[in-house]
């Protein structure tokens, strides 16, 4: 197991560090709702009948797509093991995965790929972006915005917030879309930036 991968198992054994987890998920997936909403372009994305969600840790995300736009087939997947069975423990109806997306095979096919507060996480975040670009032709990515990558790291995709967003950052990218949000659900930060998130739908560009 790697370093990160320990980390979060570590994280996700306690039932404390769980909840707070969970709580923070559900509010940044709520507040993202709200918002996502008014963009007709989220909508139709959100719609698509094959979603996965990487780094869905407890499953808020998840369980709030399934209510809203009820997809054919909703995956999850985090690379945290005790994270994947508190997921499938309270969400029962969305399947979640045991899965690494930097060292695993595609999972499948699918018609989106949604990853929230993951990014900021690795050294090398496009690296990263390139392997959910292989699972679907659409990423809905949801990362900071704009705060300083100040946080401790311990290896890609641990506990440190290193990386750093603006929408300048997907420049190399298609983004069919693109909001800022308010959120209470990141709490606190380095040197106390607003907490802000950057919503996107991000696809490849087309080679000419």
């Known amino acids: 197991m790697s370093v990160p991968a320990a980390y979060w198992q570590a994280r996700f054994s306690n039932a404390t560090s769980t909840a707070h987890h969970a709580r923070q998920n559900q509010r940044i997936s709520r507040d993202f709702f709200k918002e996502a909403v008014k963009h007709p372009k989220f909508v139709a994305a959100l719609a698509s009948k094959r979603i996965i969600e990487v780094g869905s840790g407890t499953g808020e995300m998840c369980n709030l797509i399934h209510e ?9 997947s985090d690379f945290s093991r005790e994270a994947v069975t508190v997921a499938n423990k309270k969400y029962p109806w969305v399947l979640f995965w045991l899965y690494d997306v930097l060292l695993d095979d595609p999972m499948g096919s699918y018609g989106l790929c949604v990853s929230s507060n993951v990014l900021e996480h690795f050294r090398e975040p496009f690296t990263v ?48 879309d693109s909001f800022t949000f308010q959120t209470d659900g990141w709490q606190h930060s380095a040197i106390g930036e607003k907490p802000l998130q950057l919503a996107a739908l991000i696809q490849r560009k087309a080679v000419v």
């Open 129 to 176: 972006l390139e392997r959910m670009l292989d699972l679907a032709p659409t990423v809905l990515l949801i990362v900071p915005y704009r705060q300083s990558a100040l946080d401790g790291y311990d290896g890609e995709g641990g506990a440190g917030h290193v990386a750093k967003f603006s929408r300048h950052s997907f420049r190399f990218y298609r983004v069919r």
């Open 68 to 76: 809203r736009f009820h997809p054919d087939v909703l995956h999850g």
